[in-house]
């Protein structure tokens, strides 16, 4: 799809044979304009090179901030109208207008309780490896999947409950022994660390998005090598990938931010850094930085 097509605040994202289109603009009037003009010339674009949008599975969603008022749009093609709806599933993650996770959350949540029946029926049977396999197959990969967009928000708190019952299980602890030696003896990182580190790979496999301070401005200062912060007083973008990233970026310890041109050396090095800690929150990871910085 050729990206002269549409104007810079239209975007459109391809993925096997799925296309979606964001459209962006502060003024509201102008942003209903500018969203039926996408939708005509993506119809167009589709019908030249013959091919058409399936509109029984076309919907469209409004992002907006909490107490924000939506504005009544109607979009239709062949005089049938287009769905407006609160909520999508894309790529396996249900997002919703407000950009909360709570729905993404809620379908998770079954999921990870069955995986966590199936380790307890399993395990008199099986040895600790397997168990920590049938983990990751189960269990694991449900809860990494998508993490560094909803990890850090107040819903994740029951899947973190949930996987330190999957750690009690495949350990044979009590329901209020502790589970951080064990994450650590099972090499298993707690939700929070799994989050920093997929958050942090994205940075790094993505250094384009992001701007070294050196580069903004000449004065040399401790914070040179740190990545640039931009302003924001909204929280829904503070808690995004991209402010969190930077944030958690600047705040590792020197010796693995060094390592930020090398992908694989990053990697290996925060994954240790990560393991050896095993966090389960966000400000636990920052005081413990701070408290590095400071003994350093």
């Not at 298993?188 to 993505?206: A, D, G, H, W």
Request: net charge positive; with cysteine.
């Amino acid at each position: 799809m050729t990206s002269n097509l549409f104007k810079n605040n239209q975007t459109p994202v391809l993925f096997a044979d799925d296309t979606s289109l964001i459209v962006t603009h502060s003024n509201q009037a102008n942003f209903s304009r500018d969203v039926a003009s996408a939708f005509n010339k993506l119809n167009n674009w589709f019908a030249a090179n013959f091919l058409s949008i399936n509109l029984n599975k076309t919907q469209y969603v409004q992002f907006m901030a909490k107490n924000t008022p939506t504005r009544n749009m109607s979009i239709s093609h062949n005089n049938t109208p287009i769905l407006n709806t609160i909520n999508t599933k894309f790529l396996g993650l249900i997002i919703t207008d407000s950009l909360s996770w709570k729905n993404h959350t809620a379908q998770i949540i079954p999921k990870l309780s069955k995986a966590c029946y199936v380790l307890r029926c399993i395990r008199p049977f099986m040895s600790l490896e397997a168990m920590k396999s049938v983990c990751y197959s189960y269990f694991h990969s449900l809860l990494s999947y998508g993490i560094m967009f909803w990890g850090n928000s107040s819903y994740s708190l029951q899947i973190f409950w949930l996987q330190k019952k999957a750690i009690r299980i495949i350990m044979g602890l009590r329901t209020r022994d502790s589970c951080r030696k064990p994450f650590q003896l099972l090499r298993i990182l707690p939700l929070e660390s799994q989050y920093i580190l997929s958050l942090l790979m994205f940075v790094v496999e993505n250094k384009s998005l992001f701007q070294v301070n050196s580069d903004r401005r000449s004065i040399n200062t401790r914070q040179n090598f740190n990545l640039y912060q931009p302003q924001a007083n909204l929280t829904l973008y503070q808690k995004g990938v991209h402010y969190s990233g930077v944030k958690a970026f600047n705040n590792l310890p020197i010796n693995i931010r060094n390592s930020f041109n090398d992908v694989k050396r990053f990697k290996l090095k925060l994954g240790k850094y990560l393991h050896l800690h095993s966090y389960y929150s966000l400000e636990e990871y920052y005081n413990s930085c701070i408290s590095y910085f400071i003994e350093g």
